[in-house]
């Protein structure tokens, strides 16, 4: 049990465009979801907390018009990168959680601004 | 600032031998803690984890010590195989805060030798 599953896992745009990425918890309710960002050879940074029904609670340094999160229902939750850039490029986690202090990840999305 | 710190950013372990990776934190809040193992492009997956009410937990190879005086913990893997060369990530968190949020270490490459 405890499956998150995270769209797309590879994705590649152009400068100035939007990317919207997926995390769904299969198998359980996630009354809260958390949006992590991996930059080469360093920590999981927590970008944002997502409850759902409500706004996202977004760390300290995070744009939250460029990182825009939408927990619409309690198996989903949505991470779009606006007008993204080359800086933008990474590795983006979803995780979520029942309520509890169990955590499931999904499997990540590599995230590519040409 | 870095609340959990993994000061070891690789380490290389025969294998058969004992791997131990430590992890450090700053906020005495934090009462909860896991071990992650996460592979290239994958999202974390959940090894082990300890309440600040125990000192140690053990599930099969993998142990983890838990030092609250000197706020330090160490995962243990006994013995080392070579599929556990991955890289590990500590976490915490304050179950009091009642956010569910962990915060990630920097993570240690471990490189288990055949």
């Known amino acids: 049990g405890a499956v998150v599953s995270q769209h797309p896992s590879r994705v590649i745009c152009k400068s100035g465009t939007s990317v919207k990425i997926e995390c769904r918890s299969l198998d359980f309710q996630a009354t809260t979801m958390f949006w992590y960002r991996q930059f080469p050879k360093k920590s999981l940074m927590l970008m944002a907390t997502?409850?759902?029904?409500?706004?996202?609670?977004?760390e300290q340094g995070v744009e939250k018009d460029k990182f825009l999160i939408n927990h619409a229902s309690l198996t989903l939750s949505t991470l779009t990168v606006t007008s993204a850039h080359p800086e933008d490029s990474s590795f983006y986690i979803c995780?979520?959680?029942?309520?509890?202090?169990?955590?499931?990840f999904g499997s990540g999305t590599r995230l590519t601004v040409v | 600032d870095q609340q959990v710190k993994q000061n070891s950013p690789s380490l290389s372990v025969q294998e058969g031998r004992i791997s131990i990776l430590n992890c450090d934190y700053t906020n005495s809040m934090f009462d909860y803690f896991l071990w992650y193992k996460k592979y290239p492009a994958e999202g974390p997956t959940f090894l082990i984890s300890?309440?600040?009410?125990?000192d140690k937990n053990e599930d099969g190879r993998f142990t983890v010590f838990l030092n609250k005086s000197a706020k330090h913990l160490s995962l243990h893997i006994v013995p080392s195989q070579p599929g556990d060369s991955a890289v590990y990530f500590c976490?915490?968190?304050?179950?009091?805060?009642?956010?569910?949020?962990?915060?990630f270490g920097t993570g240690t490459r471990l490189k288990v030798l055949a």
């Open positions: 995780s979520a959680s029942k309520g509890n202090y169990g955590y499931t």
């Open positions: 300890i309440s600040s009410i125990k």
């Open positions: 976490a915490a968190s304050s179950t009091t805060s009642g956010t569910y949020k962990y915060i």
């Open positions: 997502s409850n759902e029904g409500s706004k996202a609670t977004y």
